[in-house]
Every structure is written in C-alpha cells, then in structure tokens.
C-alpha cells in the first residue's frame, strides 16, 4: 500500500472516531430552586422551542435553548424569597445536560443582572448560587454552556492504529530513499 493510502485512511479514521456536534433539544432537563429556608421544588421539561417552564409559582419563565438557558422575571422584585434586610442563599440546579455521547459540560459563560453569583460546573450539571436581591423585568441569569469532546476508548485505538500506520509507511518510504 502506498504512503498517500496510508495517510488517506489514517486521517479518516481520526475524523470519524470523533463524535458530531450535539446539543440539548429533545433531552429531557431538569431545573430545580432552592433558598436556605424554602424549596421551590424540581422541574423537568423537554428542550424544544419555546419557555420549558416557570419557577415560584409560575412568576419565573425559564428557557433551554440547544446550547444555553436563561431564567427571566416580567416584573420588578424585591426578592425571590426574602424583601428585608435578612436575604438568603439562593441556588438555581441545572441538571441532565446530556449534550451527546462523548461531549460533557466544561464551562459556563454567564450573563446576569446579580451580583456575587457563584457557579460550579460538572459533566452533566450546572449550579448557580447567590445571595437574594433586587430583580428587575427580562433576563436577569442567562448562561451559554461550553461543551468539550471527550475521546471514547475506541476511538483513541483507531486513533493509535492510524498514527502507527503512518510511522511504518514513513519509516519504509526513508529506507527505500
């Protein structure tokens, strides 16, 4: 087999062991808020178009789109929980962020209205915690989620296969020279 063969079935089977672009629409995801003294409870929706849901009593719309989520207010609020001096911790969850085989969530760009929101981030989930506060009309917490490839066994082998075959036909076509 000449080397261009070699190279030509090599680099195809690197561009096939990778998997394509994936997203969030028809998953099943789930939203759930929580204060330090309440819990608003946990919501599952299917991605699609349109608002999946709302939180606090239907006053909250939020929305998933194929690669991000944002949570809105039509109106002005003192609060979610607490309109006093005493505000308590809110945490949003974002769970079942399955974007695909081999592709996890590995980060978050945020865009809010809130100050000191902390954000952790895992393969499948997102957790947005703040302390509560003032929220004005329109999205007050949008996120965009960063998604990475993680290589499956099988496709690091194919991987290794065709990089070996490389070095051979190389290696053959110096000697000959």
């Not at 995801?29 to 991605?47: M, N, P």
């Not at 993680?150 to 000959?176: C, K, N, Y």
């Amino acid at each position: 087999m000449k080397f261009p063969s070699l190279l030509g079935l090599a680099t195809l089977g690197v561009a096939l062991s990778f998997p394509a672009a994936a997203g969030l629409n028809g998953d099943i995801v789930t939203t759930a808020l929580h204060a330090e003294t309440a819990d608003y409870g946990r919501f599952s929706a299917v991605v699609g178009a349109g608002v999946e849901g709302s939180l606090v009593g239907g006053r909250l719309p939020f929305d998933y789109s194929d690669s991000g989520f944002s949570l809105s207010s039509p109106g002005n609020f003192c609060g979610i929980r607490s309109c006093g001096d005493a505000r308590e911790q809110m945490t949003l969850k974002l769970s079942g962020l399955e974007f695909g085989p081999s592709v996890v969530l590995k980060d978050i760009v945020l865009v809010t209205i809130l100050s000191n929101v902390t954000v952790t981030v895992g393969p499948t989930f997102a957790e947005f915690s703040w302390t509560d506060q003032s929220i004005s009309p329109g999205a007050f917490l949008s996120a965009q989620f960063v998604t990475g490839v993680v290589p499956e066994p099988e496709a690091l082998t194919l991987m290794l296969a065709g990089l070996g075959l490389i070095g051979i036909a190389a290696s053959r076509r110096s000697q000959r020279a």
